[in-house]
């Protein structure tokens, strides 16, 4: 019940493709569900958040898509670029404690 | 401002060590948590210390244990060390709870 199930594990989007990230959870107590981008030999850096009252939210290229009755959630990048290839992760808590995060996605964005 | 510091950031210990990993958190943060990340794998919660205080613990063995200094630095502490724990150590601060996570860049642990 703890988990986040995240998918697919890699992808390859050419320059200006929408690569998406799907996620889905179990725990219905969960509120905070954040996206977290990591570079090699980087740490894992907030992309972007969104809690469960809300269906979509944008913060420039990225969009959270949020399905709460699915108990599924998505990142979608647009005009992706070369700069935007890294490890994606999709995570869920509750309150923003102890922060479950998925196994990744490796994203690579051809030239 | 600097972010989350984290020291050391490379070692290599051998099975049945002990080893200390520090943290920094941002000047004024006052929460630090600490992830265990696995080669491929996503960050796993190990421990978050809010005003020195433990305040959640993740499931790992009583072998991994944490404090937080009136600074608000802090140590995880491994014992006995099994080849398993070869992982990137993280630690996040955040200036309240709950509240925004800013990761540092780890410390490597390789365990032969």
């Known amino acids: 019940q703890q988990q986040v199930k995240q998918s697919p594990q890699s992808l390859i989007v050419q320059k200006g493709g929408i690569p998406i990230i799907n996620c889905a959870y179990e725990?219905?107590?969960?509120?905070?569900f954040p996206w977290y981008q990591q570079f090699p030999g980087k740490g894992p850096a907030l992309l972007i958040a969104?809690?469960?009252?809300?269906s979509e939210k944008k913060e420039g290229r990225f969009t959270i898509s949020f399905n709460k009755s699915a108990k599924q959630f998505s990142l979608h990048i647009m005009d992706s670029q070369p700069g935007d290839s890294a490890t994606y992760f999709c995570?869920?808590?509750?309150?923003?404690?102890?922060?479950?995060f998925g196994k990744g996605t490796r994203l690579h964005i051809l030239p | 401002d600097a972010g989350v510091t984290q020291s050391p950031t490379h070692l290599i210990k051998t099975r049945g060590q002990h080893v200390t990993l520090r943290c920094s958190p941002i000047?004024?943060?006052?929460?630090v948590s600490w992830y265990q990340q696995v080669l491929g794998q996503g960050p796993q919660f190990i421990f978050q210390?809010?005003?020195?205080?433990?305040?959640g613990r993740g499931n790992f063995p009583d072998r991994f244990s944490a404090r937080q200094f009136p600074n608000y630095s802090s140590e995880l502490n491994v014992n006995a060390l099994l080849l398993g724990d070869s992982a990137l150590y993280l630690c996040?601060?955040?200036?309240?709870?709950?509240?925004?996570?800013?990761f540092g860049e780890g410390s490597r642990l390789t365990v032969l």
């Open positions: 996040a601060s955040s200036a309240r709870v709950p509240g925004e996570l800013f």
């Open positions: 969104i809690r469960p009252d809300v």
């Open positions: 210390y809010y005003e020195k205080e433990e305040r």
């Open positions: 000047s004024g943060h006052k929460s």
């Open positions: 725990n219905t107590a969960f509120d905070y």
């Open positions: 995570a869920a808590s509750i309150e923003g404690d102890k922060i479950i």
